[in-house]
Structures are given as structure tokens and as C-alpha cells.
């Protein structure tokens, strides 16, 4: 059973553009969502994380999204960058901070020069 | 220096063999973390430890077995290698931050082909 699940699997973009991806969840009890970022060659890195009593948290040209009553959140770049290049996850933690991180199975983007 | 470091970086094996990958964390976290990364398929957990003396399995552990040697070192053991068991290995760690949430930390990875 996929506890989070993302689209799309893959993004192309041009330079400036904005990239959209999208994740969804079932489990009400899941209150922290990260993103994480791999670049090729390394491991995932915390990018962005928000909680669930805010709908919006930027950080720069990245935005996440959080809507609770539909239980989606998404992650936005805005003026993509080809150093934006990358592999992205989205993840959820339930309450309480003694689980582990359940992670979507990623999105590959691609910013066109 | 690195604060999650997996050593080998690179391994070829052959099917059978006896397999070990090791991961060291000067983060001073008490969590640390095996998965496992294919295309498409994203981090799949296969091991965890909360402290030296706790271990879990996780989604795929079958056919793998871990070591909590220290607080510091999590090893990675397959005990007869199969060619499906071509892929990424991440160690990570992890403490409790901000409001008790995990941010997990990742090692370079390990890219390991068993022909």
C-alpha cells in the first residue's frame, strides 16, 4: 500500500518556467511533509518541509502547497532553473515524531536551457 | 569530512557471494536508516535502527540483515547476493528536531551490481 503517493514521474520544463509537482496522502494522521532534492550521483537532501496549520511556506523560488481537506500538497518552483535539475521527493510523517518517513517514489525534473 | 559516509562507493559481485556495506555518522543521531533506490520505484526502506540496541525491518527487508555496531555504524550485510539486488543503497540518519520531526540525512550511496 502506497501511503503517498506523487506525479508525475517525470517533469520536463523550460528555463524560467514553473514546475509543479503534486503529491497526495490517506493517512489523516500524517501532520509533517518535507520535500527532499537529489541531484545525480548523491543523496536525497531536506529542501522544504511544512506542517499542516499553514498553507503555504516559501523558501526562495520553492513553494509547498498544503491543502488539508483535500490531503494534497505540492511543491512549486518557480523561474526553473537548469541547476533545478533533479530528482524530487515528497515524504509525510505521522504524529509524534517517533516514526519513520514514509517518501513517494519521486519525480524526475528536467530544466531546458 | 562527510557527516554519513558509505564505504564502497562502487561494488560488483557476483551472484551468491556475501555481501557487506557499511555506513558511518558523525552526527552524534541515534536513528539510522537502510534503503534501497530503483528507477521508478523511488527509497524503499529496508532497515532501521532508533538506538544500538533496536532493530526493524522495513518494507524489503527479505534477503538483507543489518548491524547496529555502535551508535555511529550500521552495516548492511547480503548474505547471498542475487542479480535483482542491483541497485542504490542509502544509509541516512536522523534526529528528533524541531517539534519532535525527523529530518533525515543521507550518505552518498552505494551503487552495487550482482551479475
Known amino acids: 500500500q502506497q501511503q503517498v503517493k506523487q506525479s508525475p514521474q517525470s517533469l520536463i520544463v523550460q528555463k524560467g518556467g514553473i514546475s509543479i509537482i503534486n503529491c497526495a496522502y490517506e493517512n489523516t494522521a500524517f501532520d509533517y511533509f518535507p520535500w527532499y532534492q537529489q541531484f545525480p550521483g548523491k543523496g536525497p537532501a531536506l529542501l522544504i518541509a511544512i506542517r499542516p496549520d499553514v498553507s503555504e511556506k516559501k523558501e526562495g523560488r520553492f513553494t509547498i502547497s498544503f491543502n488539508k481537506s483535500a490531503k494534497q500538497f505540492s511543491l512549486h518552483i518557480m523561474d526553473s532553473q537548469p541547476g533545478d535539475s533533479a530528482t524530487y521527493f515528497c515524504a509525510a510523517s505521522p504524529q509524534g515524531g517517533s516514526e519513520k518517513l514514509v517518501f513517494g517514489k519521486g519525480t524526475k525534473l528536467t530544466v531546458n536551457p | 569530512d562527510a557527516d554519513v559516509t558509505q564505504t564502497p562507493r562502487n561494488r560488483i559481485t557476483k551472484t551468491g557471494k556475501r555481501i557487506m556495506l557499511e555506513c558511518s555518522q558523525t552526527?552524534?543521531?541515534?536513528?539510522m536508516y537502510w534503503y534501497r533506490q530503483d528507477p521508478g520505484l523511488g527509497l524503499r526502506l529496508i532497515y532501521y535502527?532508533?538506538?544500538?540496541?533496536?532493530?526493524n525491518k522495513g518494507e524489503i527487508s527479505d534477503g538483507y540483515s543489518v548491524s547496529r555496531q555502535a551508535q555511529a555504524k550500521f552495516s548492511l550485510s547480503l548474505e547471498s547476493a542475487i542479480p535483482n539486488q542491483t541497485a542504490l543503497y542509502f544509509c541516512?540518519?536522523?534526529?528528533?528536531?524541531?517539534?519532535?520531526?525527523?529530518?533525515?540525512?543521507f550518505g552518498p550511496g552505494t551503487r552495487l551490481t550482482v551479475l
Open positions: 552526527k552524534g543521531h541515534d536513528r
Open positions: 541516512a540518519t536522523s534526529a528528533l528536531g524541531l517539534a519532535g520531526k525527523d529530518t533525515q540525512y
Open positions: 535502527s532508533f538506538d544500538v540496541k533496536d532493530i
